[in-house]
C-alpha cells in the first residue's frame, strides 16, 4: 500500500553533515509524485516479512563545489557508504537503513550517479566490483567489450598513424559494449536482499523531480568543449544560448526515468534488447563524422564475468616506525584490471628499500588541532622509481586475460617476492627516469610495450552493511562526458580508447592491449578490500574498502590511501587527504602547490624531472575501528559519507 508520508529519522553520530543528511526528514508527497512512484512500488514486490525500503528525496540537495574542501570523516558503528555524490550516497544510506545488503546499496547508489554524475558513470558504462560476503571475495567484471565487428585497426587513420586522442573518443567509435547493469543484475541474484526493482526508486525519483546541479558539474560543463555537439546532450545540459545550467538550477531527466523504470520491471533486458537497445546502436552506427561498429547482437550477448580476485600479502608499519608492525592481505581486481598488480608491485618493490623507512614529515603550509603531514623526498624519489618498474610492467604484460595469457600462466608471477627483489635492485640514489619492463619468467614475452596514451574518468563507491559484507565498486564511461553521446537520458561511454591506439610496435610485434572483437580494454580501476592476516597467511577480519577514479593515477591514488593508513598510522580521512604523487614511467607528478619547493629541488638533484599540476582523486574508504567503521571521502570532490 502506498502512503501519504514517508518519514526517515536522520542517522546519529552526523553532526558534519550538510542539512539534508542530519535534520529528520518527513516528506508529504503530493499525488503527483504518488503516481510517479506508484510503478516502481507495485514493481517491486518483496517477499512478505522481508525488509521494506521507501525512498525519501531530501528536500535540500546542496553539493560540494570543486577544489579542496576540507572534510572531517565520518565514524559510524554498524554499517557505512561512501559515494561520489551526496544524493548517491544518502540513497545507499537509505537501502542500508531498510535493511539492504551492500550490493543492494551499490545498485542504488549507481542508479543516481548515473543521474547526478553523468560526467564520470553510470547504465551506459561499465564497472568493477569486489565484492566480501563475510566468507570469500568475490570479482565481478561488468568490462565493456569491443563490438564483434572491431579490429586492431580501430584507431588508425588511413596512412596507418594512430589518430589524436580526442578524435578516437567523441562519436560512435569509441563506444564500447556496456557493462554495469547485467553485472550489477548478476551480483544481486547473488546476494541482493531487496527486491531489484526498488533499488531504482531514488533516481527515478530525483530524475523526475529534479536535482540541482552543483558547482562541480557547472564547472565541467563550461569547460566541456565536445559535449554540446551532441544535440541531445546540448538540449539537456545547457540553456538555449548554448551556456551550462546555472549552479542551483534544478535538472529532470524524464527520459532517464523511464530507462530506469523499464531496467526495474524487466531487467537488464530492457537495455540490452529492445527499443532502448536500437536506440543505442543507432546512435553509434550513425554518427556523421565518426560511426563505430555495434550491433545489437553485442549488446544482447554481453556477459558479465565473475574472477578470481588477485590478493596477496603485505607487512606495513614497522619500518616506519609510525605504527606497529601488521600483517594485511590485500584483495583487488585482477586482469583486465592492471590496478592490483600494480599496486602490489609499488608496494612490494618500496618495502625491499629506504623509501619504506621513510616517516611522512609535517606539512607547514597546514596547521590546526590535527597538523597534517606530508610523504618526504625520500620517500617520493623510492616510490615513484618503484611505480616507473610496475608501470613498465602494466604496459608489456596486462590485457584482458581471455586474449593474454599472464606470463608463466599466473599473474602472481608479476608479485613474486624473488621477481620483485630483482626490480628493487635496480634502483639507485638517481632516478632511472624510464624504466624497462622485467622478465618474471624464462620464457620471453610476446608481446610489444603498449604507448602511453591518457585516461580518464571514473567514480568509486564503498559499502559495508549491518552483516559486515562489504563492496568496493570503480565504475565508469572512461573520459569526461564519454563519447560524448547522450540516448534517452544517459552518457555512452568511450571506453575503447583504453585499448592501444597502435596495435603494434615498429617492427610488427602485437601489444597485448590492442583491439580484439570482444576483448575488454585494460583498466587502473582498484577497487580494494583489505583484512588482517592469520598467521597460516589467509584472510582474516575486513580492515578497509577504498579506492578512487583518475584514469592511470587511480593506482596511486589507492596506493597513497593504503601507505597512509597502514603504513603511516592515520586515519583513513587524513589519508586520503594527503597530497597526491605519481608516476606513470615518465615524470615524477606532484599536486600542485602542496610541496615546498625544498622538496621539489630535491627530487630534482636526484634527478627526477618534476610536474607539479592538478591531480584530482576522488577517494572513497572505509575502515575499520574498535567502535565500528570510520569512512573518509576526498576533499577534492562533492562526496561523503553516511551511516548508522
Given at each position: 500500500m502506498l502512503l501519504s508520508k514517508i518519514e526517515r529519522t536522520a542517522p546519529v553520530n552526523r553532526p558534519h553533515q550538510p542539512e539534508m543528511l542530519t535534520k529528520p526528514l518527513r516528506l508529504r508527497l503530493s499525488g503527483r509524485w504518488l503516481g510517479v512512484l506508484a510503478a516502481a512500488v507495485l514493481a517491486a514486490c518483496g517477499t512478505p516479512g522481508g525488509p521494506q525500503f521507501s525512498y525519501t528525496p531530501p528536500l535540500a540537495q546542496p553539493e560540494g563545489a570543486s577544489g579542496?574542501?576540507?572534510?572531517?570523516?565520518?565514524?559510524?558503528?554498524?554499517?557505512?557508504?561512501?559515494?561520489?555524490?551526496?544524493?548517491?550516497?544518502?540513497?545507499?544510506?537509505?537501502?542500508l537503513k531498510a535493511g539492504g545488503t551492500a550490493v543492494d546499496a551499490a545498485i542504488a547508489v549507481q542508479?543516481?550517479?548515473?543521474?547526478?554524475?553523468?560526467?564520470?558513470?553510470?547504465?551506459?558504462?561499465?564497472?568493477?566490483?569486489?565484492?566480501?560476503?563475510?566468507?570469500?571475495?568475490?570479482?565481478?567484471?561488468?568490462?565493456?567489450?569491443?563490438?564483434?565487428?572491431?579490429?586492431e585497426r580501430l584507431f588508425l587513420r588511413p596512412d596507418g598513424t594512430p589518430m589524436p586522442f580526442i578524435e578516437g573518443v567523441v562519436g560512435g567509435r569509441s563506444v564500447g559494449v556496456p557493462g554495469t547493469v547485467r553485472m550489477l543484475e548478476a551480483a544481486h541474484k547473488a546476494h541482493g536482499r531487496l527486491p531489484w526493482a526498488r533499488l531504482f526508486e531514488p533516481a527515478i525519483t530525483l530524475a523526475t523531480q529534479g536535482f540541482r546541479v552543483s558547482p562541480r558539474m557547472n564547472t565541467l560543463l563550461a569547460a566541456e568543449q565536445h559535449l554540446r555537439r551532441d544535440p541531445v546532450a546540448a538540449?539537456?545540459?545547457?540553456?538555449?544560448?548554448?551556456?551550462?545550467?546555472?549552479?542551483?538550477?534544478?535538472?529532470?531527466?524524464?527520459?532517464?526515468?523511464?530507462?530506469?523504470?523499464?531496467?526495474?520491471?524487466?531487467?537488464?533486458?530492457?537495455?540490452?534488447?529492445?527499443?532502448?537497445?536500437?536506440?543505442?546502436?543507432?546512435?553509434?552506427?550513425?554518427?556523421?563524422?565518426?560511426?563505430?561498429?555495434?550491433?545489437?547482437?553485442?549488446?544482447?550477448?554481453?556477459?558479465?564475468?565473475?574472477?578470481?580476485?588477485?590478493?596477496?600479502?603485505?607487512t606495513a608499519g614497522l619500518a616506519a616506525r609510525t605504527v606497529a608492525?601488521?600483517?594485511?592481505?590485500?584483495?583487488?581486481?585482477?586482469?583486465?584490471?592492471?590496478?592490483?598488480?600494480?599496486?602490489?608491485?609499488?608496494?612490494?618493490?618500496?618495502?625491499?628499500?629506504?623509501g619504506q623507512r621513510a616517516a611522512p614529515v609535517a606539512d607547514p603550509s597546514r596547521t590546526g588541532a590535527t597538523p597534517s603531514v606530508v610523504p618526504s623526498a625520500d620517500f617520493l624519489h623510492f616510490y615513484t622509481e618503484a611505480s616507473r618498474l610496475a608501470f613498465a610492467d602494466r604496459a608489456q604484460f596486462v590485457a584482458d586475460?581471455?586474449?593474454?595469457?599472464?606470463?608463466?600462466?599466473?599473474?602472481?608471477?608479476?608479485?613474486?617476492?624473488a621477481y620483485l627483489a630483482e626490480r628493487a635492485r635496480t634502483i639507485t640514489a638517481t632516478s632511472m627516469k624510464v624504466a624497462r619492463p622485467g622478465n618474471p619468467v624464462a620464457q620471453r614475452s610476446a608481446y610489444a610495450p603498449m604507448p602511453d596514451q591518457p585516461e580518464y574518468g571514473t567514480s568509486h563507491i564503498s559499502i559495508v552493511d549491518a552483516q559486515g559484507r562489504a563492496?568496493?565498486?570503480?565504475?565508469?564511461?572512461?573520459?569526461?562526458?564519454?563519447?560524448?553521446?547522450?540516448?534517452?537520458?544517459?552518457?555512452?561511454?568511450?571506453?575503447?580508447?583504453?585499448?592501444?591506439?597502435?596495435?603494434?610496435?615498429?617492427?610488427?610485434?602485437?601489444?597485448?592491449?590492442?583491439?580484439?572483437?570482444?576483448?575488454?580494454?585494460?583498466?587502473?580501476?582498484?577497487?580494494?578490500?583489505?583484512?588482517?592476516?592469520?598467521?597460516?597467511?589467509?584472510?582474516?577480519?575486513?580492515?578497509?574498502?577504498?579506492?578512487?577514479?583518475?584514469?592511470?593515477?587511480?593506482?596511486?591514488?589507492?596506493?597513497?590511501?593504503?601507505?597512509?593508513?597502514?603504513?603511516?598510522?592515520?586515519?583513513?580521512?587524513?589519508?586520503?587527504?594527503?597530497?597526491?604523487?605519481?608516476?606513470?614511467?615518465?615524470?615524477?607528478?606532484?599536486?600542485?602547490?602542496r610541496f615546498t619547493p625544498a622538496t621539489v629541488q630535491a627530487l630534482i638533484q636526484r634527478g627526477h624531472e618534476v610536474r607539479e599540476v592538478n591531480m584530482t582523486s576522488g577517494l572513497q574508504a572505509i575502515q575499520r575501528t574498535a567502535n565500528g567503521w570510520f569512512g573518509g571521502a576526498d576533499p577534492r570532490?562533492?562526496?561523503?559519507?553516511?551511516?548508522d
Amino acid at each position: 500500500m502506498l502512503l501519504s508520508k514517508i518519514e526517515r529519522t536522520a542517522p546519529v553520530n552526523r553532526p558534519h553533515q550538510p542539512e539534508m543528511l542530519t535534520k529528520p526528514l518527513r516528506l508529504r508527497l503530493s499525488g503527483r509524485w504518488l503516481g510517479v512512484l506508484a510503478a516502481a512500488v507495485l514493481a517491486a514486490c518483496g517477499t512478505p516479512g522481508g525488509p521494506q525500503f521507501s525512498y525519501t528525496p531530501p528536500l535540500a540537495q546542496p553539493e560540494g563545489a570543486s577544489g579542496f574542501t576540507e572534510k572531517p570523516g565520518w565514524a559510524t558503528q554498524r554499517f557505512a557508504v561512501a559515494a561520489a555524490n551526496p544524493l548517491a550516497t544518502d540513497a545507499g544510506y537509505q537501502v542500508l537503513k531498510a535493511g539492504g545488503t551492500a550490493v543492494d546499496a551499490a545498485i542504488a547508489v549507481q542508479m543516481v550517479l548515473t543521474l547526478v554524475e553523468p560526467q564520470s558513470s553510470g547504465i551506459g558504462g561499465g564497472a568493477f566490483l569486489l565484492h566480501f560476503d563475510g566468507r570469500a571475495v568475490q570479482a565481478w567484471d561488468g568490462r565493456e567489450t569491443a563490438p564483434a565487428a572491431s579490429d586492431e585497426r580501430l584507431f588508425l587513420r588511413p596512412d596507418g598513424t594512430p589518430m589524436p586522442f580526442i578524435e578516437g573518443v567523441v562519436g560512435g567509435r569509441s563506444v564500447g559494449v556496456p557493462g554495469t547493469v547485467r553485472m550489477l543484475e548478476a551480483a544481486h541474484k547473488a546476494h541482493g536482499r531487496l527486491p531489484w526493482a526498488r533499488l531504482f526508486e531514488p533516481a527515478i525519483t530525483l530524475a523526475t523531480q529534479g536535482f540541482r546541479v552543483s558547482p562541480r558539474m557547472n564547472t565541467l560543463l563550461a569547460a566541456e568543449q565536445h559535449l554540446r555537439r551532441d544535440p541531445v546532450a546540448a538540449a539537456y545540459f545547457y540553456d538555449a544560448a548554448g551556456n551550462p545550467w546555472p549552479v542551483g538550477h534544478v535538472l529532470k531527466n524524464p527520459a532517464l526515468a523511464q530507462v530506469l523504470q523499464r531496467i526495474a520491471n524487466e531487467g537488464s533486458r530492457a537495455l540490452h534488447e529492445g527499443d532502448i537497445a536500437q536506440a543505442i546502436v543507432d546512435k553509434v552506427r550513425n554518427h556523421p563524422t565518426n560511426p563505430g561498429r555495434m550491433t545489437l547482437d553485442d549488446l544482447r550477448g554481453y556477459q558479465p564475468k565473475q574472477r578470481q580476485a588477485l590478493c596477496h600479502n603485505w607487512t606495513a608499519g614497522l619500518a616506519a616506525r609510525t605504527v606497529a608492525s601488521r600483517n594485511y592481505r590485500l584483495c583487488g581486481f585482477p586482469p583486465p584490471s592492471s590496478g592490483a598488480i600494480a599496486i602490489g608491485q609499488i608496494l612490494g618493490i618500496l618495502a625491499l628499500t629506504e623509501g619504506q623507512r621513510a616517516a611522512p614529515v609535517a606539512d607547514p603550509s597546514r596547521t590546526g588541532a590535527t597538523p597534517s603531514v606530508v610523504p618526504s623526498a625520500d620517500f617520493l624519489h623510492f616510490y615513484t622509481e618503484a611505480s616507473r618498474l610496475a608501470f613498465a610492467d602494466r604496459a608489456q604484460f596486462v590485457a584482458d586475460p581471455d586474449f593474454v595469457a599472464a606470463p608463466g600462466g599466473d599473474w602472481m608471477t608479476l608479485l613474486n617476492p624473488a621477481y620483485l627483489a630483482e626490480r628493487a635492485r635496480t634502483i639507485t640514489a638517481t632516478s632511472m627516469k624510464v624504466a624497462r619492463p622485467g622478465n618474471p619468467v624464462a620464457q620471453r614475452s610476446a608481446y610489444a610495450p603498449m604507448p602511453d596514451q591518457p585516461e580518464y574518468g571514473t567514480s568509486h563507491i564503498s559499502i559495508v552493511d549491518a552483516q559486515g559484507r562489504a563492496v568496493a565498486m570503480t565504475t565508469t564511461i572512461e573520459d569526461g562526458w564519454g563519447a560524448r553521446q547522450m540516448v534517452r537520458g544517459f552518457l555512452l561511454n568511450n571506453e575503447l580508447t583504453d585499448f592501444s591506439f597502435a596495435p603494434r610496435a615498429a617492427d610488427g610485434t602485437p601489444i597485448a592491449n590492442r583491439v580484439e572483437p570482444g576483448k575488454r580494454p585494460r583498466s587502473s580501476m582498484s577497487p580494494t578490500l583489505v583484512f588482517e592476516t592469520r598467521p597460516d597467511g589467509s584472510a582474516g577480519p575486513l580492515v578497509m574498502t577504498g579506492g578512487s577514479p583518475g584514469g592511470a593515477l587511480i593506482i596511486h591514488y589507492t596506493a597513497k590511501t593504503l601507505l597512509g593508513t597502514l603504513h603511516w598510522g592515520l586515519d583513513t580521512q587524513r589519508a586520503i587527504d594527503l597530497p597526491n604523487f605519481a608516476s606513470t614511467n615518465g615524470p615524477t607528478v606532484l599536486e600542485e602547490r602542496r610541496f615546498t619547493p625544498a622538496t621539489v629541488q630535491a627530487l630534482i638533484q636526484r634527478g627526477h624531472e618534476v610536474r607539479e599540476v592538478n591531480m584530482t582523486s576522488g577517494l572513497q574508504a572505509i575502515q575499520r575501528t574498535a567502535n565500528g567503521w570510520f569512512g573518509g571521502a576526498d576533499p577534492r570532490r562533492e562526496g561523503v559519507v553516511m551511516g548508522d
